[in-house]
């Protein structure tokens, strides 16, 4: 194979942003600044690091951002009091719980507290399912960051077998979701699969997001395949997908690379979904 097409995240989420400035300050001439709340548990590091990213992200956009630090020891029954504050504040527009959660926080609960039209992470099941009835929702931003890397490098969904290794609510998901709603025929598997070889082989798209450091080698893909690595694993000091990136080149027709691929593209879909969290609650508000 020649060298593939690489669809390359940090070119179009550039691009994405410029034109977020723009529509940013028109519905600030409108008297709407968009507002994003981050809450974050704890005091992880890579957590509070990529939180500050999405505040920051927000502020150059023109938009508004507020980070609401709470201890590691909270109970979920004040965690909740937080969000139906925050569900309850016209001036706020979308809500991010950072993830992971302590151990004694259930996640999914936190999740169906937030209210479906400030979920910018689009994890609420009524975003869920409007994404599945393909009615306006918003949608995870990886996996709706995917699709605008697909579409950005002329990447062609419709009739194509899109395996999706790694079966995750934020990513494999709702981009199953997302494909089929394009043409595509989609297979949904975990890496233990037994059969895993045989799905990879099969993919003419290949999406991995399994937390396994180089597991997906050359001999388990076919001449032509479009790969799309979700992997965040650090090697020593050496930040890798899950794809074995050299073997897998030499017979991939495009790639989404790590770092430089999906990564970027999360953020700046977020911040796209908070504008369009502005227009669906303005939306509600004059029904």
Do not use: W
């Amino acid at each position: 194979m020649e060298n593939p097409i690489i669809l390359d995240g940090n070119t179009l989420s550039n691009k994405i942003f410029e034109e977020l400035k723009l529509e940013v300050k028109k519905l600030v001439e409108k008297g709407l600044t968009p507002k994003i709340t981050l809450v974050l548990v704890g005091k992880d590091p890579a957590s509070t690091s990529y939180v500050n990213m999405k505040a920051r992200r927000a502020k150059r956009l023109g938009m508004e951002s507020e980070i609401i630090n709470l201890p590691e020891d909270v109970s979920e029954e004040e965690l909740l009091k937080v969000i139906e504050k925050l569900n309850e504040d016209v001036n706020v527009h979308g809500i991010v719980v950072q993830l992971p959660l302590p151990k004694h926080i259930d996640e999914k609960k936190i999740s169906r507290t937030i209210k479906p039209e400030k979920d910018i992470d689009g994890i609420h099941p009524i975003n869920i399912g409007k994404l599945y009835l393909k009615e306006e929702c918003l949608v995870s931003p990886a996996a709706e960051g995917i699709m605008e890397l697909f579409k950005e490098y002329g990447v062609k969904v419709n009739g194509k077998h899109a395996v999706i290794v790694g079966v995750t609510d934020l990513t494999g998901k709702p981009l199953a979701a997302l494909l089929l709603n394009e043409g595509a025929d989609v297979t949904l598997c975990e890496y233990n699969s037994p059969n895993l070889t045989k799905y990879t082989k099969d993919a003419d798209i290949l999406i991995v997001d399994i937390a396994k450091p180089q597991a997906i080698t050359g001999e388990m893909v076919k001449e032509g395949v479009v790969v799309v690595d979700c992997g965040f694993n650090y090697v020593g000091d050496k930040l890798v997908g899950d794809v074995k990136m050299d073997e897998v080149s030499a017979k991939a027709s495009a790639i989404a690379p790590v770092p430089g691929g999906v990564g970027p593209m999360i953020i700046a879909i977020l911040m796209k979904n908070l504008v369009k969290a502005v227009k669906i609650q303005s939306k509600i508000n004059k029904e």
